[in-house]
């Protein structure tokens, strides 16, 4: 596709706290006939140190960031055919950008929904929430979808897979910092965004799903409430096991049965760290806490995890400003191996079956 071409076509964010409903939201998307979302993998940010001013894509260099393609985290799990893929980025003139090369890819990827004419390219990745002045950067005129689920219910959630160490304390302040920085972006320019509650998503998909549509200029269809129809497609690509911890309640249709599922399942104590950590982020995301006065000994006792939950973003905040670029990426790689991120365990797994269905609309 010419890069003119590609330039017309708008790129969208999926962000917000892990486990909030942004895999559920991405299929959503992912089930309208004229957006592309594939799964999360952040090469977008991880490669752009590197590939990011480059200024002449000859063959070497397409080859070289290629090859540093196949090698990130998740990526393993896109189904996209990567000899096409190999070829459509060969064809790409010399002058074109490291955002033409992104949206390429994207526009490759393989869904297991129809498509039709491609007007929206999207990605949905949590993470990139602490990233949008660098999303910005390099996609001037990125739109971001945000949302949002209840820190109670999040951090339940946040407590039954391995994402991150299941300590209340540290799950909880991640919220918060989540919301935090988010805000800050949100409110220099809130033309850009489009905040929704996974509580109001679950209640009323079609009302708010409608609500999105608009944002994103295409029209709503009922297919996004029923992703879920997908089930065999999915089956048929990826291992089961994969499926069994990430994917499947994807295969149940939408409910509320999971909102304010913390009222049963948190005793007193827990709510009362909850609401105490998150503090005044509660209400400005509108939700309604319980304990709003603090109690000193808990709070102290709650430190530790706060600290634990903020200590991974400083180490990473003050890696990008004090060390270059190749010592950065040798750091990164280090605290993987040191940490050992959940995304790591996913590095063997193969997919069963790729379609060679809609490589390009």
Same mark, same amino acid.
């Given at each position: 596709m010419h890069t003119t071409v590609l330039s017309k076509i708008p790129?969208?964010?999926?962000?917000?706290?892990?486990?909030?409903?942004?895999?559920?939201?991405?299929?959503?998307?992912?089930?309208?006939?004229?957006?592309?979302?594939?799964?999360?993998?952040?090469?977008?940010?991880?490669?752009?140190?590197?590939?990011?001013?480059?200024k002449i894509w000859d063959e070497k260099t397409v080859l070289t960031f290629f090859e540093e393609l196949l090698r990130q985290p998740q990526y393993n799990l896109w189904t996209i055919d990567n000899d096409f893929l190999k070829q459509e980025l060969l064809k790409v003139p010399e002058n074109s950008t490291f955002q033409d090369i992104c949206k390429i890819i994207y526009l490759n990827t393989i869904s297991f929904f129809e498509k039709n004419e491609i007007k929206i390219l999207a990605d949905k990745n949590p993470p990139y929430t602490l990233s949008i002045p660098l999303l910005l950067k390099i996609f001037p005129d990125a739109r971001f979808i945000y949302i949002v689920r209840d820190y109670r219910d999040n951090v339940l959630s946040m407590k039954n897979v391995d994402f991150e160490k299941p300590w209340l304390p540290s799950l909880a302040y991640?919220?918060?910092?989540?919301?935090?920085?988010?805000?800050?972006?949100?409110?220099? +320019?809130?033309?850009?965004?489009?905040?929704? #509650?996974? $509580?109001? @998503?679950?209640?009323? &998909?079609? /009302?708010?799903?409608?609500?999105?549509?608009?944002?994103?200029?295409?029209?709503?269809?009922? +297919?996004?409430?029923?992703?879920?129809?997908? #089930?065999? $497609?999915? @089956?048929?690509?990826? &291992?089961? /096991?994969?499926?069994?911890?990430?994917?499947?309640?994807?295969?149940?249709?939408?409910?509320?049965?999971?909102?304010e599922q913390w009222k049963n399942k948190m005793t007193k104590i827990e709510i009362q760290k909850c609401d105490m950590i998150v503090g005044k982020y509660a209400e400005i995301m509108h939700y309604q806490r319980i304990y709003k006065k603090k109690n000193i000994l808990l709070f102290i006792g709650c430190l530790p995890g706060m600290f634990y939950g903020r200590l991974y973003y400083i180490i990473l905040d003050t890696a990008k400003v004090m060390l270059p670029s190749k010592l950065r990426e040798m750091f990164f790689k280090m605290l993987v191996k040191i940490y050992k991120p959940w995304w790591t365990k996913n590095y063997s797994i193969k997919l069963k079956n790729i379609s060679t269905k809609n490589h390009t609309a």
């Open positions: 790129f969208v964010f999926i962000i917000g706290r892990p486990r909030s409903g942004t895999t559920m939201l991405r299929f959503m998307l992912d089930a309208h006939p004229n957006i592309r979302i594939p799964l999360e993998s952040a090469f977008i940010k991880n490669l752009f140190p590197k590939y990011g001013k480059i991640r919220w918060r910092y989540y919301n935090k920085i988010f805000l800050k972006s949100y409110n220099k +320019d809130k033309s850009r965004f489009h905040i929704v #509650k996974y $509580e109001d @998503l679950v209640k009323e &998909p079609e /009302k708010y799903l409608t609500k999105l549509c608009e944002f994103l200029n295409v029209n709503f269809i009922e +297919d996004m409430i029923h992703y879920n129809r997908i #089930k065999d $497609e999915v @089956l048929k690509t990826y &291992p089961q /096991k994969l499926i069994d911890v990430y994917l499947k309640s994807l295969f149940e249709p939408v409910s509320p049965n999971k909102v």
